[in-house]
């Protein structure tokens, strides 16, 4: 079993998770993840990663020698630029996403878990100065999502509205947030 330290690079054996560790206790390995998340692992979830020399495979060579390959394409009616780059986080809301298991927890504790993730994300994301987040809180009977809306009803500077149904269906919220400069 690897010994974790504190600023190793890791990765999640059964996900695709990757970050830095945090904390160590006992078995308990805390990361921050590259989106700025706190989650905490058992030390025989995760591995270290080695960041001292880039590995590319053959497959992934062959995949960017197609895409340079294909014809240009004209000049499409794309998004503006301001949009363009505007960061985009994803927030899952989905129980399972955000404990370990929901066994014995009540539907009180499940929704006020997710609320609670949904608000200091949003707190994240205006500290970022990120514009953009998507909730993804599935379709269910709608409480979690009516709820949410309550929540982003008590910021001023946040507009919300269903996010792309092609991308996400009927289960997600988009909100923009206004940058006060």
Not at 90 to 104: A, F, N, P, Y
Not at 149 to 171: E, I, S
Request: charged share 30%; proline share 2%.
């Amino acid at each position: 079993m690897a010994v974790f330290q504190i600023g190793d690079k890791v990765e999640t054996i059964d996900d695709v998770i990757s970050g830095k560790v945090t904390k160590v206790s006992g078995g308990s390995i805390t990361i921050e993840t590259n989106d700025g998340f706190e989650l905490d692992f058992e030390a025989n979830e995760l591995v270290k990663v080695d960041t001292g020399d880039i590995r590319v495979s053959n497959f992934e060579i062959n995949q960017v020698k197609a895409q340079k390959e294909l014809p240009k394409k004209r000049k499409s009616q794309g998004l503006k630029p301001k949009e363009r780059n505007a960061p985009k986080m994803e927030v899952d809301l989905h129980i399972h996403q955000l404990t370990r298991s929901s066994k014995g927890m009540s539907n009180h504790e499940m929704l006020n878990l997710q609320l609670d993730t949904a608000r200091r994300q949003l707190e994240f994301a205006m500290r970022k100065r990120i514009q953009k987040v998507v909730f993804i809180h599935g379709v269910g009977e709608g409480v979690l999502k009516e709820e949410l809306y309550y929540l982003f009803r008590r910021y001023d500077n946040v507009k919300y509205y269903d996010a792309d149904y092609q991308k996400y269906g009927l289960g997600a919220t988009e909100i923009y947030i206004y940058q006060n400069s």
